[in-house]
Nanobody, 122 residues
Framework: QVQLVESGGGLVQAGGSLRLSCAASERTFRTYNMGWFRRAPGKEREFVAA????????RYAGSVKGRFTISKENAKNTVYLQMNSVKPEDTAVYYC???????????????WGQGTQVTVSS
């Protein structure tokens, strides 16, 4: 069982930056592919970014590509989402997820955090 705890959310002005962290309880963190998803008010959950467990290759949603960066630090059992040049439409609850099968669809991820709120003011 993997427990994931997100942190780093908050209120930020448009154009600013924020870094989200996701700490995992499991010592075998390095065996999981990791992802970030978000759910905006009144909208469906959507994929944001993912990083593989093997070669740390990354994938991004088109809406965040070039602005957000996902990274993974196995020594600290932590995955990060660096958010730059944020926009009001980035406002959402951001969720960290872990899975053993690499990919984008949410159903490939087995474990989920409780989420952290990010609010971008215009």
């Amino acid at each position: 069982q993997v427990q994931l705890v997100e942190s780093g959310g908050g209120l930020v002005q448009a154009g600013g930056s924020l870094r989200l962290s996701c700490a995992a309880s499991e010592r075998t963190f390095r065996t999981y592919n990791m992802g970030w998803f978000r759910r905006a008010p009144g909208k469906e959950r959507e994929f944001v970014a993912a990083i593989t467990r093997t070669d740390f290759s990354t994938r991004y949603a088109g809406s965040v590509k070039g602005r957000f960066t996902i990274s993974k630090e196995n020594a600290k059992n932590t995955v990060y989402l660096q958010m730059n040049s944020v926009k009001p439409e980035d406002t959402a609850v951001y969720y960290c997820a872990a899975g053993t099968v690499a990919g984008v669809p949410a159903n490939l991820f087995d474990y989920w955090g409780q989420g952290t709120q990010v609010t971008v003011s215009s």
